[in-house]
């Protein structure tokens, strides 16, 4: 390092401490933000990466694979710039406050920014294009904002000088003027889409008495729409302001972290897409599809075109059956029931004269028959005699305990008389 180069290090080191060491806050801490806000943003998209790669990669055309894989590669590459920055100006760097107005390392993070910006960018243009029925004045003026603005970040690449304290348009005309253009178009290109998106869809509304499902889903597309785009044009825009109104601060450090933002917005679209039953996307030819999916996932449309192809190559026949029912009734002859003795028992007269027959010793079988004179079976007979002995047989228990009675109530007269006497 000549004796001149050391004399400008330690200008821009005395000049570097005068502007950071009055408040270190307001210079240090945007700086320590917006790689805290970076790295969190980084994690929600590795989080959504996986989540596409295992739910919708498969079945994504293959522009759609390689726009994903890019911006996720990008969005990695342009974390381990961040970590490598803030390594140098805090740790390898540490109290050398001349690191921060190194603006190749800057003008670096902006290549980073664009070459994530503009793909997502245009993406989202591609998709208003479709939904307003293919304008050309749409496309020429997107295209047109596009192009100027990545043109413009890396004509600042190059015309930007290495270390300046500041960026003004007194000081360095050119690259303030492209700084402008680049923020301003991107910004200009996110409402143009934005807008055109939303009222697009809000057209599309049936607004009619059955339609009420598709009519939410469009609400729905909408306000994912709406916050998928509008967080990155308000990172672009507060980006633009804080440079705008303060070149000399390093509040727009804290926007190192907007190529995530627009990488999450991307993301949030494409997985967004599941949630949606209706085929509310762009309709293409079958055997020319388009080169961005529409919100169903190319599986299902695949599905449907394979019906619909079988269905008019092949001819259905209907086969209608009619069966008739007939049904018939049979009346049995009703059947003669025989006399039992269980079911139909004699009277108790005839039960009296067996009983009587059996005490005098005769044999009275023929005299016992029922009411209406119908003979006994031998069986009948024999079930008859021995109803007749049981009941015998309870009768003169039934003399016995009655004799068994009167002899304890003359004992007990006989006992009640001595005891009479005896009193007396």
């Known amino acids: 390092m000549t004796t ?4 400008d290090a330690a200008d821009l080191e005395a000049l570097a401490q005068k502007n950071f060491i009055s408040d270190q806050g307001l210079a240090f801490g945007p700086y320590i933000l917006g790689f805290a806000v970076d790295g969190f943003t980084y994690g929600l998209l590795v989080i959504q990466f996986l989540h596409w790669l295992n739910v919708s990669s ?3 055309r293959r522009s759609i694979k390689i726009l994903l894989w890019y911006i996720f590669l990008a ?3 342009y974390s381990i710039l961040t970590v490598v920055f803030m390594f140098d100006l805090f740790v390898y760097g540490y109290s050398i406050y001349r690191n921060f107005y190194d603006f190749s390392w800057i003008t670096t993070f902006f290549i980073g920014v664009t070459i994530i910006q ?6 989202f243009a591609y998709r208003a294009y479709y939904l307003i029925g293919k304008s050309k004045l749409f496309a020429f003026v997107t295209s047109s904002l596009l192009t100027t603005s990545f043109a413009a970040c890396i004509a ?3 015309v930007a000088p290495r270390v300046a304290p500041t960026i003004n348009f007194d000081l360095y005309p050119v690259t303030f003027v492209l700084l402008v253009v680049w923020l301003t178009s991107a910004m200009i290109t996110d409402i143009i889409v934005t807008v055109t998106i939303t009222s697009a869809l809000l057209k599309a509304r049936m607004g009619f008495v059955g339609f009420e499902r598709t009519d939410n889903l469009i609400k729905k597309v909408v306000v994912i729409s709406i916050e998928a785009q509008l967080i990155p044009t308000i990172f672009t825009a507060g980006f633009l302001i804080s440079f705008g109104a303060s070149p000399n601060g390093n509040i727009s450090a804290f926007f190192i972290c907007t190529p995530k933002i627009y990488a999450l917005a991307l993301m949030s679209v494409l997985n967004a897409r599941q949630f949606f039953q209706a085929n509310i996307g762009p309709e293409s030819h079958p055997n020319r599809p388009l080169l961005l999916p529409r919100l169903s996932s190319y599986k299902q449309y695949q599905v449907d075109v394979n019906q619909a192809a079988a269905a008019k190559s092949h001819t259905q026949t209907e086969i209608h059956v009619q069966t008739e029912t007939i049904q ?13 003795i269980n079911r139909h028992p004699p009277p108790l007269s005839h039960f009296g004269t067996e009983t009587d027959s059996i005490a005098t010793g005769t044999d009275t079988d023929q005299d016992i028959t029922y009411v209406d004179d119908t003979p006994l079976t031998p069986f009948e007979k024999h079930k008859a005699r021995e109803g007749a002995e049981i009941l ?5 228990e039934k003399e016995k305990e009655k004799e068994k009675e009167k002899e304890k109530e003359k004992e007990k007269e006989m006992e009640k008389e ?4 005896y009193n007396r």
């Open 328 to 340: 018939e009734t049979y009346q049995l002859e009703s059947m003669p029931v025989k006399r039992s």
């Open 58 to 60: 498969r079945t994504d």
């Open 4 to 7: 001149t180069s050391m004399a």
């Open 392 to 396: 015998h047989e309870e009768e003169e």
């Open 156 to 158: 600042v690449k190059v």
């Open 418 to 421: 001595e005891g009479d006497e």
């Open 118 to 123: 503009t793909p997502v960018s245009a993406f």
């Open 75 to 77: 969005a990695t590459a």
